[in-house]
T-cell receptor
Framework: KQEVTQIPAALSVPEGENLVLNCSFTDSAIYNLQWFRQDPGKGLTSLLLIQSSQREQTSGRLNASLDKSSGRSTLYIAASQPGDSATYLCAVSNTGGFKTIFGAGTRLFVKA | DTEVTQTPKHLVMGMTNKKSLKCEQHMGHRAMYWYKQKAKKPPELMFVYSYEKLSINESVPSRFSPECPNSSLLNLHLHALQPEDSALYLC??????????????FGPGTRLTVL
């Protein structure tokens, strides 16, 4: 059974810092890995999607890497801003791509 | 248009009520999903529809009844719910997984409270 773990559970950093969020999964037979952002009480916003054949994806200040063999992904946020404060969730898809399993998330707080 | 809409935003219902949650997308996606999210927990998959047919039911109690009347709409009918069913219900859509598995787009959710 696939399990997704995110470390740390919470993180508080001053504005301008670069930071790394970690995600690990137990079953490497994934189709893709997706990073989401969720603001309190809101829906999920897709940030980056990495297909199983890819190693990384970049969008603006965000860079996500995937190492399938070791069951790990990282989300790198450069020059953090207070507007980046949110919960970041990673999710992996398997079972034909229909089942998406989420990690518990990392709650990020960026102090001005 | 990359938007998934959900109505209502908030819903309060008694345990004997019948209500429905609605989800709509106009991205041409033929896979649609219902998730349940309790406070401070990750979303949990409930149902998956592919080409308007139910593909996955994650052993959800029968008091939750999904319906996909057409390729743009997804409903979740609620009946005889329990207080522990109170949660944020999220709808998502994607292209049907194939050689490539595409990203899922989520709606803003319906905050359900069962009294």
């Amino acid at each position: 059974k696939q399990e997704v773990t995110q470390i740390p559970a919470a993180l508080s950093v001053p504005e301008g810092e670069n930071l790394v969020l970690n995600c690990s999964f137990t079953d490497s037979a994934i189709y893709n890995l997706q990073w989401f952002r969720q603001d309190p009480g809101k829906g999920l916003t897709s940030l980056l999607l990495i297909q199983s054949s890819q190693r990384e994806q970049t969008s603006g200040r965000l860079n996500a890497s995937l190492d399938k063999s070791s069951g790990r992904s990282t989300l790198y946020i450069a020059a953090s801003q207070p507007g980046d404060s949110a919960t970041y969730l990673c999710a992996v898809s398997n079972t034909g791509g229909f089942k998406t399993i989420f990690g518990a998330g990392t709650r990020l707080f960026v102090k001005a | 248009d990359t938007e998934v809409t959900q109505t209502p935003k908030h819903l309060v219902m008694g345990m004997t009520n019948k209500k429905s949650l609605k989800c709509e997308q106009h991205m041409g996606h033929r896979a649609m999903y219902w998730y349940k999210q309790k406070a401070k927990k990750p979303p949990e998959l409930m149902f998956v529809y592919s080409y308007e047919k139910l593909s996955i039911n994650e052993s959800v109690p029968s008091r939750f009844s999904p319906e996909c009347p057409n390729s743009s709409l997804l409903n979740l009918h609620l009946h005889a719910l329990q207080p522990e069913d109170s949660a944020l219900y999220l709808c998502a859509s994607s292209q049907v997984p194939g050689p490539v598995v595409h990203e899922q787009f989520f709606g803003p959710g319906t905050r359900l409270t069962v009294l």
